[in-house]
């Protein structure tokens, strides 16, 4: 009932910024908490950031500082700016709509993803 189309990706030099968009479409998207996730080459999937549907923000510390989660619900799209790329940061990027905050935080509906590269 919720889909989630996830745009934004590319290659960015070290140190450069990128924002990634996912737009929702199905189900009211201003019932749904949203997060971003990243999968890295042989690495599981990991939780990077979520937003509630008050707005309360959560981070990993690995993008603390540097990666900021927003949404814009009269769009129905949340954003995952993103600062200070490291090669690191390279991997998949999901966009996804649940419930709960941080550790707490529980996928419903998934993204395709979208690729991220951070390279010379």
């Known amino acids: 009932q919720v889909q989630l189309v996830e745009s934004g990706g590319g290659l960015v030099q070290p140190g450069g910024s990128l924002r990634l968009s996912c737009v929702a479409s199905?189900?009211?998207?201003?019932?749904?908490?949203m997060g971003w996730y990243r999968q890295a080459p042989g690495k599981q999937r990991g939780l990077l950031a979520t937003?509630?549907?008050?707005?309360?923000?959560n981070y990993a510390d690995s993008v603390k500082g540097r990666f900021t989660i927003s949404r814009d619900n009269r769009k129905n799209t949340v954003y995952l700016h993103m600062n200070s790329l490291k090669p690191e940061d390279t991997a998949i990027y999901y966009c996804?709509?649940?419930?709960?905050?941080?550790?707490?935080?529980?996928?419903?509906?998934w993204g395709q993803g979208t690729q991220v590269t951070v390279s010379s």
């Open positions: 937003i509630t549907t008050s707005g309360a923000t």
């Open positions: 996804s709509a649940g419930s709960g905050s941080g550790s707490s935080y529980f996928t419903n509906y």
């Open positions: 199905g189900t009211g998207f201003s019932i749904w908490a």
